[in-house]
């Protein structure tokens, strides 16, 4: 078994970069979100928040941070028309003026090296695969504005004091990056399009038009980087680099009856090697 290179320091020119936020209705989140952007080691971003219907609740955090931050966001909204997350992500990939897209999730709190673990490992003809660690409740609830400039929610120690059970799933918030060099070449996990914490290239995602918008709730991001694979692009882990902490929410929208649909569109797609669908960022006429 080979082991993984050390990763050389050099300076190095990063591509221009979007990062694709999705919400909807749950703005204290997204506020705890984008003040982890705020504190970001790479400051050359910006920010698409895809907005499946919220209320007028969300565009006054948007609007907050718009005014007294320093962060770059464009507010991407359509009416709410039950769950439309593939639509609502097709137009921030249109409207981004980047090359380079970093896509997360309204409820899921970055680490300050977030941007800068994705951008050093971009490479043309894959996408980056990163991960989660899954906050309780009792702990997403607590975590404030302090906290996260402090970066406290990031340390092990911090959560299991503030109630956060054991788990051996804490390993991914390790620091030493030679480590989590190590981990993510031993892990089983395989690299996959995951919403909450994935990159990859604009240009890639136009090709094979962008998330398939037939799907609901369900692996519609595990969808998109099927058809990725199917045209050549390859998946690299990066789940022990790119760290984000899950905030805990319910998920009424999650139905066994988008589960099954699901499943039989992404069984097609391994089945047939597709990798465009005519429902997506183009529409079949």
């Known amino acids: 078994m080979t082991l993984p290179a050390m990763e050389k320091t050099t300076t190095l020119s990063y591509p221009e970069t979007g990062v694709v936020i999705t919400t909807y209705n749950q703005p204290e989140w997204l506020k705890k979100v984008l003040w982890g952007f705020e504190v970001q080691t790479q400051k050359d971003f910006e920010i698409l928040v895809a907005d499946d219907g919220s209320a ?11 005014k007294n931050s320093s962060l770059k966001i464009k507010h991407i909204w359509h ?13 921030a ?6 090359d380079y897209l970093i896509f997360t999730d309204g409820d899921c709190i970055p680490r300050k090296d977030f941007v800068e673990a994705h951008l ?19 702990v997403s609830k607590v ?4 906290d996260i400039i402090q970066q406290r929610p990031f340390s092990r120690k911090w959560l299991k004091q503030q109630g956060q059970p054991f788990s051996q799933k804490l390993i991914k918030l390790v620091k030493n990056p030679y480590v989590a060099g190590l981990l993510n070449f031993l892990t089983p996990t395989r690299a996959t399009w995951n919403g909450h914490n994935v990159s990859g290239w604009k240009k ?3 090709a094979v038009n962008g998330y398939n918008e037939d799907m609901t709730y369900g692996g519609l991001d595990r ?8 045209f050549g692009i390859k998946g690299k882990q990066i789940r022990y ?11 009424p929208y999650k139905t066994p009856e988008s589960m099954e649909k699901n499943k039989a569109i992404r069984k097609r797609v391994r089945r047939e090697k597709i990798t465009r669908v005519p429902n997506g960022i183009e529409k079949a006429k």
């Open 223 to 230: 969808e998109l980087g099927e058809r990725l694979m199917n």
């Open 93 to 98: 990939i249109v409207r981004s003026e980047s």
């Open 204 to 206: 890639d995602i136009l």
């Open 79 to 91: 009416p709410d028309e039950g769950f439309q997350k593939c639509a609502i992500l097709n137009k």
């Open 143 to 146: 975590i404030s504005r302090e």
């Open 56 to 66: 007028y609740e969300t565009r006054e955090v948007i609007d907050w941070f718009s």
């Open 241 to 251: 680099y790119a760290i984000c902490l899950h905030l805990d929410h319910p998920r």
């Open 120 to 138: 050093k490992r971009a490479q043309k003809g894959f996408f980056l695969s990163g991960g989660y660690l899954k906050l309780s409740l009792k």
